[in-house]
């Protein structure tokens, strides 16, 4: 029930809803003066949430910032990756990479520099349809193909949603990996405040590792300024979706 919940809620908090939502208001209103102020409010969300400027605001305040590996001060003996970065394509029957799929680049890259000793992928599939998609046994398996040693590969391959993510990753470390005991959390920057506080609450305390982070130093120019990004009313899916995401958490007592 939580899950589907869960995406309701991702449903209801995109900004392209609340326009349609709108859009159909002043369509089937038959006052003039309430069909105005409905475009006029469709007008002004546009605008507010198509400027990347004004986004990159609310996101820096957000998102936990990255660090260089070279800053990396600690050897670690896992490097936790949160699943969410990929896709199963069936008609190539093979998953595919979007933009968070920096975690599993981030950490192979620290593994490589010796920085994680092993990569442990949690995550099956956010999905409430059967999608093909089981991230963290599939994500292992083109690891391995890479050349990446398959005893140093560790899965969780049955959570479903961040709250999983931490309860049953705490649980199989505790139950087959007792003698690991520090902990580098690698996620997307946006994601890692929910995701930190989740396997805190659990019990486990990890250093955080920020990837794919929509913010940086600031900067201006005109297109930036005045001319709308369509890109950018996605980008406040993300962010919303993590708002809404962190607020139920609390409710829920996850946190």
């Excluded at 991230?135 to 479903?160: N, P, Y």
């Excluded at 250093?207 to 600031?218: I, N, V």
Aim: charged share 25%; hydrophobic share 45%; net charge negative.
């Amino acid at each position: 029930m939580f899950f589907v919940l869960s995406k309701v809620i991702a449903f209801l908090t995109v900004p392209i809803t609340w326009m349609i939502l709108l859009a159909v208001y002043a369509v089937v209103t038959k006052r003039k003066e309430r069909r105005r102020k409905a475009v006029i409010g469709i007008t002004v969300m546009f605008l507010f949430f198509s400027n990347p400027i004004i986004f990159d605001e609310f996101m820096r305040h957000w998102e936990i910032p990255g660090k260089q590996a070279e800053d990396v001060e600690e050897v670690y003996d896992v490097g936790i990756v949160l699943g969410g970065m990929v896709f199963y394509n069936k008609d190539l029957d093979r998953i595919s990479f979007h933009r968070g799929s920096d975690r599993i680049w981030q950490a192979v890259d620290l593994y490589r520099r010796g920085i994680i000793k092993k990569i442990l992928i949690s995550g099956a599939s956010g999905s409430l349809d059967e999608d093909g998609l089981l991230e963290a046994k599939q994500l292992k398996e083109f690891l391995v193909h890479i050349g990446l040693s398959e005893e140093d590969i560790i899965t969780e391959e049955t959570s479903r949603n961040t709250h999983e993510n931490a309860a049953f990753t705490v649980a199989l470390l505790n139950d087959e990996y007792p003698e690991y005991d520090n902990f580098l959390l690698i996620t997307s920057g946006f994601h890692m405040r929910r995701a930190r506080a989740c396997f805190e609450k659990e019990g486990l305390t990890v250093d955080c590792y920020s990837t794919d982070l929509y913010t940086g130093d600031r900067w201006f120019n005109f297109d930036r300024l005045f001319v709308p990004h369509i890109e950018t009313l996605q980008n406040w899916k993300t962010l919303n979706h993590e708002w809404s995401g962190y607020l139920v958490y609390r409710v829920m007592g996850y946190l």
